[in-house]
Every structure is written in structure tokens, then in C-alpha cells.
């Protein structure tokens, strides 16, 4: 168990609609990164958060945002879902914002029909 | 640019044999590299990072800054070490963001 804690597991919705995935960081952990993993593009970065404010932004569209809490969970929230949104997204946390390694959660797995 | 290549998809090797996992970096500083392994599309785990220099479940990888690799080896594979491995690299800065290649999956045959 990594102690990153993520919800709901599986997630099925439809096209157009908006979810949340939620993030709880390992204890003491203060930076916070999303990624998606799906078949044809692998792991791609989306964003970090360190303590509370973005650090680094990737390959996030604007369909797509993210904030990190005062008790330092974080959420991701995608709207207006395309059938190309459904994938694994994982969360993972470091204990500082640069040259810690990253632990991460199990995944929330999400299919837009 | 700063990128990572793991050229074979697909590694298949019969149990016993050696392994090599071949991971390639671009990247203009000093390098932070590791490896994570990813049990059926479960959590990614941290494997080995290359500053530690250890070997975790009989794995090392080596970096050469010379080529630019941080290859995975492994002297006898074991059935249970199949898996998808993933080499990542750190993208430097006040970030700690991973960049990671496309994974390699390692099939070992009894």
C-alpha cells in the first residue's frame, strides 16, 4: 500500500458530462501529480500541486482542471467528457516539489460511453 | 528536449534467462532516473531509482551518461516478474514531475 488514496475506483458516465477524482497524498506528502494512462498514449503528466499552488502544468486540456486543498487532498475535475477521456488516471504524491520520488495511488479508471 | 525511449513493447524471455529492459534519455543536466513496474494496469511502483544504486527484487540498472541509458537487468528472470516496466526521468527544475517512456512489458514463459 503506497498510502495514496484514491476515489471512486471505476467511473462510467457519458459523453458531455463532468466528473470529480479525488486524491488524498501519502502523510506528510505535500506535492500532489495527475496522470492519464490510456493504451495509445501511455503516461502523460497533467499537473502538479505543491502545497496547495500549481508547480507544472503538461498535456492538460482546458476541458480539464485541478486543485490542491488546504488539508492538502487534491481533485480533478473533467467536463464536458469525450468517448477519448476514458482512461486510467492516476494520482501520485511526493514529499517535496523537485527530487523526491512519487508514489501512487491505484488508479481511478474512467469510461465515457 | 527532455524525453525517454523504451524501444521494445514487448520483451518475452523464458524463465531463468537473463533480462535486459533497454531505456534511453534525452535530457541537458544532470539526470534523475528510476524505474516503476506496473502489475496488471495496477499502481505503478517505484522499482529503482539511480541515485540508490541498490538492487530491489534482484533488478540494478546502471546509468551511463556516456550513452544516455539507464538499462534494467535482471541475471534470472522469475515467472513473477512479469509485468510492464516503465523508465522515467525527472524534469528537473522546481518540479518533480516524471516523463515516462511508453513502457516495456515483460512476458516470462515457464
Known amino acids: 500500500d503506497s498510502g495514496v488514496t484514491q476515489t471512486p475506483k471505476h467511473l462510467i458516465t457519458a459523453t458531455g458530462q463532468r466528473v470529480t477524482l479525488r486524491c488524498s497524498p501519502r502523510?506528510?506528502?505535500?506535492?500532489v501529480y495527475w496522470y492519464q494512462q490510456s493504451l495509445d498514449q501511455g503516461l502523460q503528466f497533467l499537473i502538479q500541486?505543491?502545497?496547495?499552488?500549481?508547480?507544472a502544468k503538461g498535456n492538460i486540456l482546458e476541458r480539464f482542471s485541478a486543485q490542491q486543498f488546504p488539508d492538502l487532498h487534491s481533485e480533478l475535475n473533467l467536463s464536458s467528457l469525450e468517448l477519448g477521456d476514458s482512461a486510467l488516471y492516476f494520482c501520485?504524491?511526493?514529499?517535496?516539489?523537485?527530487?523526491?520520488?512519487?508514489?501512487f495511488g491505484n488508479g481511478t479508471r474512467l469510461t465515457v460511453t | 528536449a527532455q524525453r525517454v525511449t523504451q524501444p521494445e513493447k514487448l520483451l518475452s524471455v523464458f524463465k531463468g534467462a537473463p533480462v535486459e529492459l533497454k531505456c534511453n534519455y534525452s535530457?541537458?543536466?544532470?539526470?534523475?532516473l528510476f524505474w516503476y513496474v506496473q502489475y496488471s494496469r495496477q499502481r505503478l511502483q517505484l522499482l529503482l531509482r539511480h541515485i540508490s544504486r541498490e538492487s530491489i527484487k534482484g533488478f540494478t540498472a546502471d546509468l551511463n551518461k556516456g550513452e544516455t541509458s539507464f538499462h534494467l537487468k535482471k541475471p534470472f528472470a522469475q515467472e513473477e516478474d512479469s509485468a510492464m516496466y516503465y523508465c522515467a526521468l525527472s524534469g528537473g527544475g522546481n518540479t518533480g514531475k516524471l516523463i515516462f517512456g511508453q513502457g516495456t512489458t515483460l512476458q516470462v514463459k515457464p
Open positions: 535530457y541537458s543536466g544532470s539526470p534523475e
Open positions: 500541486y505543491y502545497n496547495g499552488e500549481e508547480r
Open positions: 501520485a504524491s511526493s514529499y517535496s516539489s523537485y527530487n523526491s520520488p512519487l508514489h
Open positions: 502523510s506528510g506528502d505535500l506535492s
